[in-house]
């Protein structure tokens, strides 16, 4: 196994529970030089880990001999503002017919629009085959920020999270909470792309038929919790207020109406925070407003291996702002920080993937220059 550098780290933290978090772990430095990482995950059956950079090049990375290669065929994308070739993720029947399905930004009419599609990986040929576009998010948008999108599977189907495209309208007609459109939610497809007839919003007009949930901000992050087979989500605040979400069958999670942070432009509240009653589905954890607490969110996964016996069950969610990647404490929907891992090595953690064959923590961080990380245990 060959890596670039080693560092040392501890994790050392007080649980909820009262007993002590404290695991040594060791940094291994893989690769170097990626142009603007933004996801990375394994590839069923291999060593091989497969990135995204929002430059629009897809590249794998062989944990065998330690090599990043570059993979042609990526859709068309565009990289202005946040935009560029975001998410990927194997299907669940990857072993069997090769998808790989990506979220990017894509230019149209009026501008740009989140796309979800996917690809056959021919390793041979080093290319994506069989390019599809699943589903396109309309309107298209002149604003080239707060794309989302995220992806997850659970129960046989594909969920994706999208963003507001940075709608600055805090009232009632904001675009999060118009069910024509599917900025600021949720979708829910098959895996071919088509729209389940048990959708929420199947058959009632004016209604985008593939919303699952709306009221989002910004979806930064999904995982599947591998016990409930739940969708988890993290979603960018507006300066603070960043939430952690377990999406529910036609839920309106709130944004901008009911809301925790504030207007970045004056400091001041723009909505009642979530409380009881209140019509919303309220998050299972949030950060407060303000540049010192907030965690603006990006990558999330459930810690599953074995290799750190102490974080298992736990969720780790990566800090762009703060630049650590966030180990927090889950018990069934109740969410508790338990420790800053990375923590003063200068790094905006993008996305965080856990190895299925060893059990070590792999990070990407965000930037021009930016590096793939492992954490492993330090003995």
Known sequence: ??????????????????????????????????????????????????????????????????????????????????????????????????????????????????????????????????????????????????YGARIAFADGHLFAGFGDRNEKDFGPDHIAQDLSTENGAVIRLTLDGEIPDDNPFVGQDGAAQAIWSYGHRNIQAMATHPETGAVWLAE????????????????????????FGVDYRTGQPFAEPHQEGDGFVAPVFYWPPGRTDHFPPSGMAFYNGDAFPEWQGHLLIG??????????????????????????RDWRIRDVAIGPDDGFIYVIADGENAPLIRLAPHD
């Open 1 to 146: 196994m060959q890596y670039r550098g080693l560092l040392l780290g501890t994790a050392l933290a007080a649980v909820t529970a009262g007993t002590t978090l404290a695991q040594d772990y060791r940094v291994e430095i893989l690769a170097e030089g990626l142009d603007r990482p933004w996801a990375l995950s394994f590839l069923p059956g291999t060593s091989d880990i497969i990135m995204t950079s929002r430059s629009g090049a897809l590249m794998i990375h062989s944990l065998e001999d330690g090599t990043t290669t570059p993979i042609d065929g990526a859709p068309e994308v565009d990289t202005r503002g946040q935009g560029g070739l975001l998410d990927i993720e194997p299907g669940p029947d990857f072993a069997r017919d090769g998808w790989l399905y990506m979220t990017w930004a894509g230019q149209g009419e009026g501008g740009s629009s989140t796309h979800v599609g996917r690809a056959r990986l021919d390793r041979e040929a080093g290319a994506l085959t069989d390019l599809e576009v699943l589903h396109v998010v309309n309107p298209f948008m002149g604003a080239p920020a707060h």
């Open 236 to 259: 960018h605040g507006e300066a603070g207020g960043d939430e952690i979400n377990i999406t529910t069958r036609g839920g309106n999670f709130g944004w901008p109406l009911a809301a």
């Open 319 to 344: 800090n762009l702002f703060h630049r650590y990647l966030g180990l927090f404490s889950v018990d069934a929907e109740s969410v508790e920080p338990a420790a800053r891992l990375l923590d003063g």
